[in-house]
Structures are given as structure tokens and as C-alpha cells.
């Protein structure tokens, strides 16, 4: 698909590919000019920006895109990268870091976490606490109790 | 407060007399929240909902105007009052199948909902008249400061608030709006329009349905938030889009009075004789009948002995009320519904006197 925009005499032209027009929506001419008759002032600045977007992105194209992600599944949630493929949802905020590559293969990439989540760890402890003294497991439940004291200290 | 009285409260959707173009009929700012350290709910078990729930709730019940607030877990509903909820906008369908852990708190006095473990962990929608979004918006902020001054939330310097979907990471505020265009419906205009506004990042759909029904002849209109948009370039968008679609929307309202006159009067004719007349009434019906009778007031087609903006939101009421009991009857199984019906709309035609004028 080609793109031409004409502004103040500046020719500026955009060859896309069919899947990155899609992925733009410009993919149905018919509609593309009823959008430009009925809102003419809104889809001008649309295009415009579009057009900005896109030759910025070339400019910084020949940059090699660095590796992708060295995980398959978030270590906090247990959400996949699959997962992500197939619905675009993710499980966790942790899952941003986790699939950075995933998301933005230019983006720079942050520590990611390697546990489950501690305020997960935490509820799920003093859940299982309350099960042990509801059962007058009362071992069990000195440990849990230590388990909890020691997250907490962790988080001072 | 129980769940009957807030029932029988007016709808935050139901319009007010600021809504003055009869195109606009209320606007939604959505605003999302998640916690650090949980999983979205979309990807959690009852126990990681029940303990954002435990977290929250106690934070919500302190904010002002919260303390007294309806508030119910979803398992605790009727079927029955969630469809009617979810016809006054006060849940929406992806809440409105959910169960344990997950939360609906609704103020008395606020036009405010907020939802826990929706599709976000916080879910809050603020409603106001006509396209008054930007003193929603202000609300919402002032909300989310409150929520943050108390919980940790999901946030990055990078991606903004984060969500369960990337694209939707941001300000966490999303943008919609209510607008009633039986014109641009009946000059068969909606299918060109909605991919017009495709192009715009702005999405539309049937108030009533997700498919291509155009019961009603409303239509949401939701600003899809851009990577690198702020708020105001988004509200700024979302604004000038509406704006332009409602002076479409008059136009064609008024060709259509000038070129097809015969046919529109016709149709609205039809609708109010329906409605003078039945015995038995369908929702379809009533939101149809009720749509082209608007028109015809807006129109001076149906002249009132009344101020045309009380017609105009009584006609909303029954409306919403009727869509409201058909929820409720599911639980209580309430005979001749499609009788009660008939005979609502048929006395608020006898107790509001009008003329059908003919030009």
C-alpha cells in the first residue's frame, strides 16, 4: 500500500506491506476515504502523526534488535509466553519485565523476578497457618509463623 | 444499603437535564488500577482475588462518600440482580460473570462504581452528563491519588499503570461515551461510520449488544488509548470526534426531515401508535418505539404540554426501569411482564398531554 500526504507543497511518500497496513488500519481504501470526507480534520492529524511514527521508526531500524527473552514462563505467576501469543493478556504485572523482549524487542531490559510474588507467598502462609491451628498442628504452625516473620523482616 | 433500594434509585446512566443536544446521553471515564505483586484476575485463583479484595476493600470503605456504600461480593447475587445491574451499567458483562473474591461497591450519592477483580484489579467508572468528561476524569484522579497514598500499585516509568493488556498500560483511564443517533441509523450511515471512527481510534458499538444489533439506535463510543497519547491529547480526540459526529447526526436528522418527511413522519407515527395501542410489549420494542419517539419530540413532530427535556429523560426512565425489571424477573419470575409493559407506557402517554403534529 502506498501513502502519499501532501502538506505545505512537502511530498512525503510511505510504501507499507500489507500486514503493516493492517496493523496500522489502513487496510480498507473505501473506508480510509469516508473516514478522510466525514472527520477531514481529525483524520489528517491521524495521518500525521502516523507519518511521523513510521519515518521515525526507519531511522532507527538498521539498529540489530537485541535477543529476545530468556523466559518461557514468568516466574511469579506461572504465566507463558504462549499464553501472552495467543490472547495478548498477561498474568502479572512481573510479566512486563519478564517478556520485555516480548513486548518491545528495543526495550531495555530490567532485573526480572525470579519468585513467586511475596504478597502471594504471604497470604498463602497465613492461610496456611490458620489451617494449622484450626487442626491444632501447632509445630507446623510455629514454622509457618517463623516463615511469616521472616518475609516481614525481609520487607524492613 | 440493600440491594432493592439501590434498584429502585435512578440509573447513573439516566440523563439529566444538562443533556441539552439529545445526541449525548452520558459519558463514562473508566479508570484501572492494579496491585504489584498479584496476578491479574483474569489469571488468578480465589485465593490471590480473595486476598487483593482483603486489601482493597478496607482502603475503599475509608475513602469519603465510600463508607456507606452498597457493597457486595458477586456470589452473593441473584442472576437475576446482576442483569439488572448490568442493564443499568453498574456492572459490566465481564464482572458480571464473576464469583468469589470479586467485589461491587456503589455509592448513594457518588454516579460513581467501583469494581474489584473485574478485569483489572480496581476497576472505578465515574458517569457524568452529557460529554462532561473532563470533570470526570479530575474525580478519578483524585480517587486514584487516594487509592495510592494507601496501596502499592502496578506502575513503570516505562509502560505507564499496568494492565492485563500491554496496549491498554498507560494512564489507566479509558474514555467513553453514550450517544443516541437514530439519523445517522435510519440514513443507513452506522456500518460507513464505524469504520471511519475505526481510523480515528475511537471504536463504536450498539449500546444493547456487542453484534451489529442497533436496537434503540444507541451507541458507545470508546477512545482506544494510543502508546505515546496523554490524557488530554486522548480527551482532546475523543472530544473533537463526538462533537463532529453529533453535528453529522443533526444534519442528517434534518434532511431527513426535509427529503424523506413523508417516511420519517410515518415511522415515528407508527412507533407512537404502537405504543398508544399495545397490549403487549417486547424490550426491543419498547427501546425502538421509545427512540423514534424521542426523535419525533426533538423534531417537534410530538409536541408535550411539558418542557421537552423532562419528556425527554421520563421516556429514558421508563426505559431503563423496564430493562431493570426484565433483569429482576428472572429471579422472581413476574407473570405478564410483556402486559405490565403495554400499560406503563401506555399511561404515561395518557398522563402527559401531547399532540402528534402533521406538516
Known amino acids: 500500500m502506498f501513502l502519499t500526504q501532501i502538506v505545505n507543497g512537502q511530498v512525503s511518500e510511505l510504501a507499507l506491506c500489507e500486514s503493516c497496513a493492517r496493523a496500522k488500519g489502513l487496510f480498507d481504501p473505501q473506508s480510509l476515504t469516508f473516514a478522510e470526507k466525514f472527520f477531514p480534520e481529525e483524520f489528517k492529524q491521524r495521518v500525521d502523526k502516523l507519518v511521523r511514527e513510521l519515518t521515525g521508526n526507519a531511522e532507527t531500524a538498521s539498529e540489530p534488535a537485541p535477543p529476545m527473552s530468556m523466559f518461557n514462563r514468568c516466574p511469579v505467576c506461572g504465566f507463558s509466553v504462549d499464553n501472552y501469543r495467543n490472547t495478548g493478556h498477561l498474568g502479572c504485572p512481573d510479566c512486563y519485565k519478564v517478556f520485555a523482549r516480548e513486548l518491545d524487542p528495543t526495550a531495555e531490559i530490567e532485573d526480572a523476578p525470579e519468585t513467586e510474588a511475596p504478597a502471594l507467598t504471604r497470604a498463602r502462609l497465613q492461610k496456611e497457618l490458620q489451617q494449622a491451628i484450626e487442626r491444632e498442628n501447632y509445630e507446623r504452625a510455629a514454622q509457618l509463623r517463623d516463615q511469616i516473620n521472616a518475609l516481614t523482616d525481609a520487607d524492613a | ?359
Not at chain 2, 465481564?94 to 460513581?112: F, K, L, N, S
Not at chain 2, 471504536?203 to 488509548?225: A, F, R
Request: hydrophobic letters at 35%; glycine letters at 6%.
Open chain 2, 1 to 359: 444499603m440493600k440491594i432493592n433500594t439501590l434498584l429502585k434509585a435512578p440509573s447513573n446512566w439516566a440523563p439529566t437535564r444538562n443533556d441539552s443536544d439529545g445526541v449525548i446521553m452520558g459519558s463514562i471515564v473508566r479508570m484501572v488500577r492494579n496491585l504489584a505483586g498479584f496476578p491479574f484476575p483474569g489469571w488468578s485463583t480465589a485465593e490471590s482475588r480473595a486476598a487483593v479484595a482483603e486489601r482493597v476493600l478496607p482502603v475503599i470503605k475509608n475513602i469519603q462518600g465510600f463508607k456507606t456504600a452498597f457493597c457486595a461480593e458477586l456470589s452473593q447475587l441473584s442472576y437475576g440482580q446482576r442483569r439488572a445491574l448490568l442493564t443499568r451499567k453498574q456492572l459490566t458483562p465481564c464482572m458480571a460473570a464473576r464469583q468469589d473474591g470479586c467485589h461491587v461497591i456503589i455509592p448513594q450519592r457518588r454516579r460513581t462504581v467501583l469494581m474489584v477483580n473485574e478485569e483489572e484489579h480496581i476497576v472505578v467508572h465515574s458517569f457524568q452528563d452529557g460529554l462532561n468528561l473532563k470533570k470526570g476524569i479530575r474525580e478519578m484522579q483524585q480517587l486514584a491519588d487516594q487509592l495510592e497514598d494507601e496501596l502499592e500499585i502496578a506502575y513503570s516509568h516505562q509502560h505507564g499503570y499496568l494492565t492485563s493488556i500491554p496496549s491498554e498500560a498507560g494512564d489507566g483511564l479509558q474514555l467513553y461515551s453514550l450517544l443516541h443517533l437514530p439519523g445517522l441509523t435510519c440514513a443507513n450511515m452506522m456500518n460507513q461510520v464505524t469504520k471511519a471512527l475505526e481510523k480515528l481510534h475511537v471504536s463504536i458499538s450498539p449500546y444493547y449488544s456487542d453484534t451489529q444489533d442497533d436496537t434503540g439506535h444507541q451507541y458507545v463510543l470508546y477512545s482506544i488509548p494510543g502508546p505515546e497519547d496523554t490524557v488530554d491529547e486522548m480527551l482532546d480526540n475523543f472530544e473533537n470526534i463526538i462533537m463532529h459526529l453529533v453535528r453529522r447526526e443533526q444534519q442528517v436528522r434534518r434532511k431527513l426531515l426535509v427529503d424523506s418527511n413523508q417516511h420519517l413522519q410515518d415511522a415515528i407515527g407508527r412507533a407512537y401508535g404502537l405504543l398508544t395501542n399495545c397490549l403487549r410489549l417486547s424490550m426491543k420494542e419498547l427501546r425502538d418505539t421509545i427512540s423514534l419517539l424521542r426523535l419525533g419530540t426533538l423534531l417537534g413532530i410530538i409536541r408535550w404540554e411539558e418542557e421537552e427535556k423532562d419528556i425527554l429523560i421520563a421516556l429514558n426512565t421508563i426505559s431503563e426501569e423496564q430493562a431493570c425489571l426484565t433483569g429482576l424477573a428472572e429471579d422472581n419470575g413476574t407473570p405478564n411482564l410483556f402486559q405490565q409493559r403495554a400499560r406503563t407506557v401506555r399511561e404515561f402517554l395518557h398522563n402527559h398531554p401531547h399532540y402528534f403534529s402533521e406538516s
